[in-house]
């Protein structure tokens, strides 16, 4: 199952590399709360309350995204959405730092994409390949 999520989409030559890990990721997340709840070192509340968290705190993304991209009624049904999982999320107590500790591994990852992306707009931009080129090279751009 896992071999045939990590082949979905891919176009014929091009190669996914985030994937895989991705999915070892939750393999081996969800392999650590089975054997913890097997040693008797983890509840079944915790096999409730971490899944909960960690979707809750998807669902809370979704609908402040909705709330800044839609318009008309599908705004104003986002906002009190979104107020109404946040009053959820704050109940389930120190889960809460599995999502932000998510939150915080994909900001870390994702702001030298962002910057690579910039350098390289700027750099078509200007015409100007040597300054694409050390840029790129001390954000590791590739």
């Known amino acids: 199952m896992a071999r045939q999520l990590a082949g979905r989409g891919v176009a014929a030559g091009e190669r996914r590399t985030r994937e895989p890990g991705f999915l070892a990721a939750i393999a081996a997340a969800g392999v650590l709360l089975i054997t913890l709840y097997g ?6 509340a915790a096999l409730v309350t971490v899944p909960t968290a960690l979707f809750l705190a998807v669902y809370l ?9 839609l318009h008309g009624p599908a705004r104003r049904a986002a906002v009190p959405a979104a107020l109404a999982v946040a009053v959820m999320l704050a109940y389930c ?6 999502p932000a500790a998510v939150a915080l591994g ?10 690579c992306e ?3 707009k700027s750099s078509e931009a200007d015409l100007r390949p040597a300054a694409h ?4 090279k001390s954000l590791r751009c590739g």
Not at 39 to 44: I, P, R, Y
Not at 106 to 115: G, N
């Open 39 to 44: 040693l008797k070192l983890a509840g079944v």
């Open 133 to 136: 080129f050390t840029v790129s």
């Open 93 to 98: 107590g120190w889960v809460l730092v599995l």
């Open 118 to 120: 910039a350098a390289r």
């Open 106 to 115: 994909v900001a870390a990852r994702s702001r030298p994409a962002r910057a």
């Open 61 to 69: 993304a979704c609908m402040l995204s909705a709330a800044r991209v």
